[in-house]
């Protein structure tokens, strides 16, 4: 059963990220997956209504703590969580790329495609540097089709 096996991934993809599978992580992870774009915490909460919206953050912000999503903070008046390609884990992310993010459907989409470096120039004033971002911003192909109409 597709189900049954897509359940069974669910719980080895939280079990392998060192994170237990209660049942909120494994249906937040499931919309996650399902819906084939990056989503705010509304957007979820709305999918897996009538869900506590604590709840559901709490469980984003393990997911992003253990390497499973990363949270774009700068896509707009809202964070929207995007899955890891992998290689992230609880120590560190190592998705460093751009989120494109589409000027006409608001859809926020990571940029894995593209690769970006800083580098300081020398002599310059020594930053405490957490996080780069870097949005790109434009029509998402699904719009330039006509498809998002
Ligand atoms: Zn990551
Ligand atoms: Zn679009
Ligand atoms: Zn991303």
Redesign the pocket.
Same mark, same amino acid.
């Given at each position: 059963m597709v189900w049954k096996k897509m359940n069974a991934n669910i719980i080895d993809s939280l079990e392998n990220a060192g994170v237990k599978a209660t049942p909120m992580r494994m249906l937040v992870l499931e919309q996650m997956l399902l819906q084939h774009r990056n989503l705010t915490l509304s957007e979820i909460e709305n999918l897996l209504s009538p869900a506590d919206r604590i709840t559901i953050y709490r469980t984003l912000q393990t997911f992003v703590k253990s390497g499973i999503a990363h949270v774009i903070e700068n896509a707009g008046t809202v964070a929207v969580y995007a899955l890891c390609a992998g290689g992230c884990s609880h120590q560190s992310h190592t998705d460093s790329h751009p989120h494109f993010i %589409?000027e006409? %459907?608001? =859809?926020v989409t990571c940029c894995t495609d593209f690769v970006y470096t800083l580098r300081q120039k020398p002599h310059t004033p020594e930053y405490m540097i957490h996080k780069v971002e870097m949005t790109i911003k434009g029509? %998402?192909a699904? %719009?330039v089709a006509g498809l =998002?109409r």
């Open positions: %589409c006409q %459907c608001g =859809n029509v %998402c699904e %719009c =998002n």
